[in-house]
């Protein structure tokens, strides 16, 4: 018997301003999996992330948090449930990286339990997993959009929730601090049990480290599971428009997209002769 996700979706429909982005969508996030959701620009993937993380009000269908609605719960109860890095933050002016983090363990203060060991603890943990220790007096609007980048998934960490979401966390980053982050989530769910799921721009990351792909097209799903068996050249064809093969990761055996050259973009047999004569 299968168990019930923590966190699924369940026929719904999202928009902005009356205009629906997503329609009728249902989909099941693995638990202790990190879930990639993939697709073209302006495919729905954030506001899936969005209405999954109760921002973005439905006009049709629910998210069910532990087996209920969502829309039921308390604000500071789903806090303490599920975290959100969403697309774009603003931090306050003057504010330091370490005050900042520290804002994550905002769901768990009571009238009664103020700032604790346990906080500080937390904090700590979440700036070393992030590699923004040495960054904690610095002030945040001083930092580079790699470094803002980081901290703000340090200050999701320091909520320390079983649900982690992601909106492109990988955004700013150079390529050792993209396969950084990418390693730290993979770790969160596997090694301590959390789920994550994360918006992704690159389809090969997402093949290489996620258990599970949700591929997305005009506010609808039309694949999801594990990337090994939806990532096909069909698929990225049907999503992203684009030729492709598909082969076998040299590293992780997870399927690696290359795009096939336009045939202006083709090296003609004179470029291998003449390569081959250096």
């Known amino acids: 018997m299968t168990e019930t996700p923590r966190l699924a979706a369940s026929r719904l429909s999202i928009g902005y301003d009356g205009r629906p982005v997503i329609h009728d969508l249902s989909v099941d996030i693995p638990d202790h999996a990190l879930t990639a959701i993939v697709g073209p620009n302006a495919c729905g993937k954030s506001t899936l992330l969005r209405g999954l993380a109760r921002l973005l009000k439905p006009e049709d269908g629910q998210v069910l948090l532990d087996g209920g609605d969502i829309r039921a719960l308390h604000t500071k109860e789903v806090a303490r449930r599920l975290g959100l890095m969403p697309q774009s933050s603003t931090a306050p002016d003057g504010i330091t990286v370490a005050d900042l983090v520290s804002r994550g363990r905002f769901p768990h203060q ?24 040495d960054l904690g007096e610095r002030l945040v609007d001083e930092l580079s959009g790699g470094q803002r980048q980081r901290v703000w998934i340090a200050m999701v960490l320091a909520q320390e ?58 506010g609808h799903v039309v ?3 594990n990337p090994n068996d939806v990532v096909t050249p069909e698929l990225v064809e049907q999503v992203y428009g684009l030729a492709c093969q598909i082969i076998d990761d040299p590293q992780t055996g997870t399927p690696l997209v290359i795009p096939l050259a336009s045939r202006s973009r083709r090296p003609s047999r004179g470029d291998h002769e003449a390569r081959s004569t250096h």
Do not use: Y
Not at 112 to 127: I, L, P
Not at 203 to 208: D, I, K, M, V
């Open 161 to 218: 929730t079983p649900l982690v979401l992601l909106d492109e966390p990988t955004t700013f980053l150079d390529i050792a601090h993209q396969i950084d982050v990418l390693d730290l989530c993979v770790a969160l769910c596997h090694e301590q049990g959390r789920t994550v799921v994360a918006v992704l721009h690159d389809l090969n990351h997402a093949c290489r480290f996620a258990d599970h792909v949700i591929a997305m097209k005009s």
């Open 223 to 225: 694949a999801q599971g």
């Open 110 to 133: 009571r009238v009664f339990r103020q700032w604790s060991t346990d906080d500080e603890r937390a904090v700590a943990s979440a700036m070393a997993a992030t590699g923004t220790a």
